[in-house]
């Protein structure tokens, strides 16, 4: 049997895969644990596994994932957090910083949209479910069928809290305060649209500041430059910028890409265009005077999508000078046509 437990990446998160694990061990017997996203990573963690069960540790679940899910009706675990304690957890480990860590949490926010409104998911908060760790265990024994009595439960709860493994959050309440300030307008223009949304609210625009994104020099950097500075567009055609590598939920988008050119970097053809794994959209710009420039456009996400989004500006012929900057990257989700407007028009045309 498979086991799913789909969850921001952050300590509450790490504790349900852990009590999780520890829960179908004890009602079956040997468990891999495995971590992974896509429906064929899980193939290949099935045929590689010596057990007979899985318990599948994913923070950023494809698209098809869900729709498996739905469609075998099968239960699994979503485990929610504040997003910001999310990137406070995060931001501590090896490998990552605020930027990698909002990042990372922003792509968890967006495809968990599609988890936590369906009927086979067990739905548990950070905040709420992580200050009663025996409650919160014996939950997801129950919604999993596994049968382990509340001895085994309290014994599992107890060993994983002596080996430091704890769903409470950091006790660092003054994390925010320490940052600056334009690392606090990244978090918050990133993620504070699902924190709203969360709560019960509308998904309201997003903000990519940019930090998160990347320019493309030349002759090419050893590794990747953030886009904090203007890029000089000299040379051969290539990205100028490109990013942020982030997931957005299913829906009709509308992108404004905000950015600054030199005199120089006038009257030079420029692509703009959002790319996840295939180009969605594009617009082709040729601007006659320097100075502030806004592109918009509009593209659709589905869950077939698997891949993360990229906003990328590339020259359309080779430059001798000029310089590009980034300002920032606005997404703001559609509203889709009323089912009676729809009917409407498709009753007078016809179709």
């Known amino acids: 049997m498979i086991f799913f437990c789909i969850g921001f990446p952050s300590r509450f998160a790490d504790w349900c895969d852990a009590v999780t694990a520890q829960l179908v061990q004890c009602a079956f017997g040997p468990t891999n644990v495995v971590s992974l996203n896509t429906l064929e990573e899980l193939a290949v963690a099935a045929i590689r596994a010596g057990t007979a069960h899985l318990v599948v540790c994913s923070r950023q679940p494809a698209g098809r994932v869900a729709t498996v899910l739905s469609e075998v009706q099968s239960r699994f675990i979503a485990m929610l957090d504040e997003p910001r304690d999310a990137v406070q957890d995060l931001a501590t480990r090896p490998g990552y910083d605020v930027v990698a860590a909002t990042r990372a949490v ?8 599609s ?153 030079i053809p420029y692509i703009v265009e959002v790319f996840a794994g295939t180009r969605l959209t594009h617009i082709r710009i ?28 590339h020259t359309e012929r080779a430059a001798f000078d000029g310089r590009l900057a980034l300002g920032y990257v606005t997404m703001t989700l ?15 045309l016809g179709g």
Request: include cysteine; hydrophobic fraction near 40%.
């Open 106 to 113: 922003a792509s968890s926010c967006a495809l968990l949209l």
């Open 286 to 313: 040729e601007p006659e005077t320097e100075g502030i420039i806004e592109v918009n456009l509009h593209f659709t996400i589905d869950r077939s999508i698997d891949q993360p989004v990229q906003i990328r500006i």
């Open 115 to 267: 988890y936590v409104s369906m009927s086979g998911g067990l739905v548990l908060s950070g905040g709420r479910d992580g200050r009663n760790p025996f409650t919160t265990a014996a939950a997801i024994a129950r919604h999993l069928e596994l049968g382990v009595d509340e001895v085994d439960i309290a014994n599992i709860v107890g060993g994983l809290n002596d080996r430091g493994i704890s769903p409470l959050k950091s006790d660092d309440d003054n994390w925010w305060n320490r940052l600056q300030e334009w690392e606090q307008s990244l978090v918050s223009g990133t993620l504070d649209a699902y924190v709203e949304y969360f709560r019960g609210g509308d998904l309201r625009k997003i903000t990519w500041e940019r930090e998160l994104f990347f320019i493309s020099d030349e002759p090419a950097a050893s590794q990747p430059v953030p886009a904090t500075r203007p890029v000089d567009i000299t040379g051969r055609i290539r990205f100028l910028i490109y990013g942020p590598f982030i997931h957005l939920p299913p829906g009709s988008w509308a992108a404004s890409v905000i950015f600054g050119l030199s005199p120089e970097a006038t009257r």
């Open 334 to 348: 559609q509203e889709e046509v009323r089912p009676d407007a729809r009917n409407y028009l498709t009753t007078i």
